[in-house]
């Protein structure tokens, strides 16, 4: 389980998250939900360790890791799919699944049969430069590379910005057979509320660095959430 605690980031003398707090259970799928600039991608970074915490706490499995830098928390389970994916272009696609071995043991560096079988399109471009590949293409091969990793916790920053509506039914149906393996945690953040909606077994709605809705999915009023994702 990855949970924060009030957690407060600062950029200089600006403050981007106001004590948020937020639970993610294994075999469930977390929403993160608001508009632009309300501290969606902060929340994240804070969870793998990219900025840091000035308050609160994250824990993994009961285990303190605010203070762990990154590579740390990767190793402890925590894999990220970063908004605008940030494949390596000049790789291979192949190559580009490899460099998630950084975060595993060496017994347990090899690319999975699953994988192919989450995404198919992947087992045939092998070869070629992930820069190569279209948009859809590089967010399957960022979530391939993440589960690479075997994660306690995936987290998604906007895994649908940008891709064509056939990719991001294929990415879906991905996210729900994680989610059916009931072994890890899925935190994502979306913009779409049809596809928040579909998935999310609990959400979390942020505006201006606060937690201003959250709750179960029964607990989720479409016209209640929706205010916070219209411009």
Do not use: W
């Amino acid at each position: 389980m990855l949970e924060t605690r009030n957690v407060e980031v600062h950029y200089g003398s600006s403050q981007a998250l106001r004590g948020v707090s937020l639970t993610a259970q294994p075999g469930q799928v977390t929403c993160v939900m608001g508009r632009n600039g309300v501290g969606k991608t902060s929340l994240m970074r804070a969870i793998v360790g990219q900025v840091p915490v000035s308050g609160g706490q994250v824990v993994l499995d009961g285990d303190d890791i605010t203070r762990a830098p990154s590579h740390q928390r990767a190793a402890k389970g925590v894999a990220y799919v970063p908004q605008g994916r940030e494949i390596f272009p000049l790789l291979t696609v192949e190559e580009n699944l490899k460099s998630g071995y950084a975060a595993v043991p060496p017994k347990d560096r090899m690319i999975d049969d699953e994988i192919f079988v989450l995404f198919p399109v992947l087992k045939s471009m092998l070869g070629r430069r992930g820069g190569d590949l279209s948009g859809g293409q590089q967010q399957q091969l960022a979530i391939a590379r993440a589960l690479i990793m075997r994660p306690k916790v995936l987290v998604l920053d906007e895994p649908t910005e940008g891709i064509q509506p056939s990719i991001i039914k294929d990415i879906a149906k991905v996210i729900g057979l994680l989610r059916e393996r009931g072994n890890m945690a899925i935190v994502l953040v979306e913009q779409y509320f049809e596809f928040a909606r579909d998935l999310a077994d609990a959400f979390l709605v942020m505006d201006r660095g606060v937690v201003v809705l959250q709750g179960t999915k029964a607990d989720m009023v479409e016209d209640n959430v929706r205010q916070y994702l219209t411009v």
